[in-house]
């Protein structure tokens, strides 16, 4: 599946956000608890405008993870509104900017709005793709049965089933493999 650049930035940002809840990984441990976590969290998914780097912006940008996950809970028509009041909440004003190394490419809130803000816009502008595209099925949770990880699935027949957080694919076929091998010899 081809998106256009920012597109599948916000959503493996909003992917690798939401993966931090507890309730996404097998161990419960939340990944997003100190400063040093949200600065490992911006090393990866560089953001542009204001940011603060402090415990108040660590806690707001927490505050929207459940809201992110939601995505992943519901189906195409389920997402539509709450994309929606998530741009209603952002005051999203859609712009063309460039910068960096990035061409043209849309940005939706204002530098100056708030972290959590502009991650919820900027979410919420990359599902719309999604959605126009008729690609909703794409945003998957894990099939592994230990793992509630959310994913993108980018493979070209949309046949991806397993998260890369913690290596699910390769254990749960060797858990199919001895599964089988088992029935064989009994």
């Known amino acids: 599946m081809v998106f256009i650049h920012d597109t599948r930035q916000s959503l493996t940002a909003a992917v690798d ?3 931090t809840l507890p309730v996404t990984a097998s161990d419960g441990v939340d990944r997003l608890v100190s400063v040093q976590d949200f600065e490992r969290f911006l090393s990866t998914h560089p953001y542009t405008g204001t940011i603060r780097h402090d415990a108040a912006e660590v806690t707001a940008v927490r505050g929207i993870r459940s809201r992110l996950h939601r995505l992943w809970e519901v189906d195409r028509d389920g997402a539509v509104p709450l994309v929606n009041e998530m741009l209603r909440d952002g005051r999203a004003l859609p712009q063309l900017v460039i910068h960096d190394d990035y ?6 809130a204002v530098d100056e709005a708030p972290l959590a803000t502009r991650i919820l816009v900027e979410t919420a ?3 719309t793709e999604v959605i126009r595209s008729d690609e909703y099925a794409r945003l998957r949770v894990c099939d592994a049965d230990d793992c509630g990880s959310v994913y ?3 493979s070209r027949n949309g046949s991806k089933r397993y998260c890369d957080e913690g290596n699910c694919g390769n ?3 060797v858990n199919a493999y001895r599964a089988r091998k088992a029935r064989e010899t009994a």
């Open 103 to 108: 061409d043209w490419h849309i940005h939706a």
């Open 17 to 19: 956000l939401v993966n």
């Open 152 to 154: 993108i699935d980018y």
């Open 171 to 173: 254990r749960m076929n």
């Open 125 to 127: 502008m990359a599902v």
